[in-house]
């Protein structure tokens, strides 16, 4: 069953868990997707019953972030511990290079899924780059013909929220691949376009806040955090 937090169903694993789950739907017939929301998304999820309804669909709904694990402790149903998507991706990627799968990576500026491949490619041995493609194409049909010609395994699907569970959703089944991941910015990391927060801060519940003085522009996306806080201290008192 999953831990209701403010309308989004996430599922209650360990990080070893979800990855487990992840290579078992790679390997089961048909498509699958995973989302990976923190407050800002499940925020987005609260006021986009579209958003909400694609993140519900998902297969496997895992908690980015200590926010939201926060949240549910709040709620009395705590969760086991944040599944960070990028960690969650790192761990799918070294056992599918054990299996000889392949992956296709969709999203960032031009070049960055290249450079994210190449990097990806020489990290993991085994693991087959079957393609690329930046996200800020203009027509679907063209890309998802693209990620189905390349046989891909799985998707790494990095289009930002709630666009990439928009698009899982709606364009998953048709690129014949088992599994897509929505995994937001890691392909920048992947590719060392941007840095993840260092282990500290990531520690102690503050990879927002480093991303925060890293780019201060995200302060009009950030203020969702405190807002997510508010409406869970409001959801606890109504039950
Ligand atoms: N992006 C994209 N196509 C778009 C909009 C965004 O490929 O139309 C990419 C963007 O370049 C970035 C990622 O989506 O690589 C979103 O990153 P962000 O850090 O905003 O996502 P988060 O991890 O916070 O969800």
Redesign the pocket.
Known sequence: MRINVLGVGFDNLTMAEAVDRGMELLQSPGTHYVVTP?P??VEVCRENLAARQAVNAADLVLPDGVGVVKGARMLGTPLKEKVP?IEFAAGLMERMAKEGLSLYLL???PG?AETAGEKLAAKYPGLKIAGTR???FQEDGPVVANIRASGADCVFV????P??ELWMNKHGKDTGARLLCG??????VFAGV?ERAPKFWCDHGLEWFYRLCKNPWRAGRMMRLPLFLIHVQREKKRT
């Not at 995994?183 to 920048?188: E, F």
């Open positions: 923190n800002e998304i998507g999203g960032a500026k960055v930046d996200g800020y990095c289009l930002g929220a666009k990439q995994l937001g910015g890691s392909l920048d941007a």
